[in-house]
């Protein structure tokens, strides 16, 4: 790891020392995460570079609960023939 001094507006310290205890870790720490969300993907993955803009097709919402699944499944068993 390298050191380096960073020197940013009081306001922007304070935002980034209530986010940093609002997460549980250190400012230095969330210092780095905020590089990297910015950096470009590496070059060895140029793939990452369009995760998240592909479509499956799949025209249901992407996330669903155990509720809305078992609702599904209910609706199927109750149109199959008796």
Aim: charged residues 30%; hydrophobic residues 35%; without cysteine.
């Amino acid at each position: 790891m390298i050191r380096t001094h960073v020197s940013p507006e009081e306001a922007e310290y304070k935002l980034a020392k209530k986010e940093a205890r609002t997460l549980g870790i250190s400012v230095a720490e969330f210092v780095r995460r905020a590089i990297r969300q910015t950096l470009p993907p590496a070059a060895g993955a140029p793939w990452m570079r369009y995760a998240g803009f592909v479509e499956s097709g799949d025209k249901r919402p992407p996330v669903r609960g155990r509720y809305s699944l078992w609702r599904e499944r209910l609706n199927r068993m109750s149109t199959l023939p008796r």
